[in-house]
């Protein structure tokens, strides 16, 4: 989580991708969304095509959230976050492209979220 603006918490999100093959990959798309338990729900697209080296790669999304006090007061107790989406795969642009599905799901350190968010807002 990056910061606090009145009525949003704004984050980011990496995404690790691991190309195991030996040739690079274009990524034409990725969507997806973000769960904080079933308290957030957040969409989340590639803003623009790029290139997957082989090895282990890292992608990052950022966005925001609208927030309403019943699940700020919530947030401390989450336990999960999942990431789930599809990844529009080509060897090169302009080729047709394979779509590779992907859900991750991991457990949150306990009082993460509210550590995070006391130094978010300054308590």
Not at 12 to 32: H, I, P, Q, R, Y
Not at 39 to 48: D, R
Not at 78 to 93: C, N, S, Y
Not at 94 to 113: A, C, R, T, Y
Request: no cysteine.
């Amino acid at each position: 989580m990056e910061g606090f603006s009145g009525d949003s918490l704004k984050f980011s999100v990496f995404l690790n991708a691991n190309n195991a093959g030996a040739d690079s990959l274009f990524v034409e798309n990725l969507k997806g969304s973000f769960h904080l338990d079933s308290l957030f729900e957040i969409p989340f697209n590639l803003q623009n095509s790029r290139w997957i080296s082989p090895g282990d790669n890292q992608m990052k999304f950022s966005g925001a959230l609208e927030l309403n006090l019943f699940k700020i007061l919530a947030l401390p107790n989450v336990k999960k976050f999942r990431m789930q989406g599809k990844a529009f795969i080509a060897l090169k642009p302009g080729q047709k492209s394979i779509d590779v599905d992907f859900d991750e799901s991991h457990d949150i350190p306990p009082d993460m979220l509210e550590k995070t968010l006391k130094k978010i807002i300054g308590l």
